[in-house]
């Protein structure tokens, strides 16, 4: 997903410094990428299992963290071969792994975060709409929906025999703003989710919680306090995707908007922009090691039984 092209060799026989280190760093986040979202897998579908449809979205975006990671490293290929480029599906994919990975990615923590929404603000229905099936559901949906962004497979797209394989080149305007306008709106309603999240959790730590004295009542108070801590982790998740997606989308929706062709620097300002989104693929496991004890201790009794 950058414009980056293929330099020619320098006169040594190598590439120039610059793109050397930016191949270093995708081959890190592939290498990281695939080892801590496989160590998030293991832990989760063996020893944590499916208690909760938390740990289902945890598991689910996981994968296209995993997928991330190595669109990530196989981008080396596209250096040391240009020539495959040439092929126009070897060039969508090129991106569009990236891309279908990150809205598969967007779409899981907004389920997600409706399923914390529900679970919080409206615990009575919870049962009711949440059962095992419409979380599997809601768990493969992701998966589905982003098929909109592998659409240049199917012509939606403004390839022609013999151009660069440059992602600001490869499609129309109308993609561009159609993706990022699918990601803002995403964003937002994840955004205003969590504002009713956040101010019934407020709302219960402030009136309710003071108000629990008999067993019945002190169990909802432990199950809505797990709930709380469980929304505490997907929020974190969805922050970070933020933190790390919105900026490179903003310079696509002014690519989008506006005729001009981006400057030098902010071309190269772009190309940075999406290697921040791609290292978010690596980001979630330390989430879970920051806010889940469960994953933290059996990732201690997992490498504390190695070194024994």
Not at 143 to 167: E, H, Q
Request: with cysteine.
């Amino acid at each position: 997903m950058t414009n980056v092209t293929t330099p020619a060799p320098t006169s040594s026989g190598g590439f120039p410094p610059m793109l050397m280190f930016f191949i270093s760093l995708q081959q890190t986040v592939f290498i990281s990428a695939c080892v801590g979202n496989g160590l998030v897998i293991f832990v989760f579908t063996k020893y944590l299992k499916f208690k909760s449809n938390t740990n289902k979205f945890i598991v689910s975006l996981s994968v296209a963290d995993s997928f991330t990671g190595i669109a990530s490293g196989i981008q080396v290929f596209y250096f040391l071969y240009p020539n495959i480029a040439t092929d126009k599906y070897v060039c969508f994919l090129r991106y569009n792994i990236i891309s279908y990975m990150t809205l598969t990615s967007q779409l899981t923590v907004m389920l997600a975060t409706l399923d914390r929404y529900v679970a919080i603000c409206h615990p009575h229905k919870y049962s009711k709409f949440i059962n095992e099936t419409t979380s599997n559901v809601m768990c493969i949906l992701p998966w589905l929906l982003a098929i909109f962004d592998l659409l240049p497979f199917l012509g939606w797209n403004n390839w022609l025999p013999g151009m660069s394989c440059v992602y600001g080149l490869l499609f129309s305007k109308l993609w561009y703003g159609t993706t990022c306008v699918i990601i803002y709106t995403i964003s937002a309603m994840t955004f205003l989710m969590y504002l009713s999240i956040l101010k019934t959790a407020w709302r219960y730590h402030n009136k309710i919680k003071p108000q629990q004295t008999d067993h019945q009542n002190q169990m909802k108070t432990k199950a809505m306090e797990k709930d709380i801590r469980s929304a505490k982790v997907t929020g974190v998740v969805a922050l970070v995707f933020s933190l790390c997606w919105l900026p490179y989308k903003a310079i696509q929706l002014r690519d989008a908007v506006s005729g001009e062709r981006r400057s030098p620097l902010l071309n190269e300002i772009g190309n940075w922009l999406v290697f921040l989104g791609i290292f978010n693929s690596v980001v979630n496991p330390f989430i879970y090691g920051w806010k889940r004890p469960d994953f933290k201790r059996q990732c201690k009794k997992i490498f504390s039984c190695s070194h024994s």
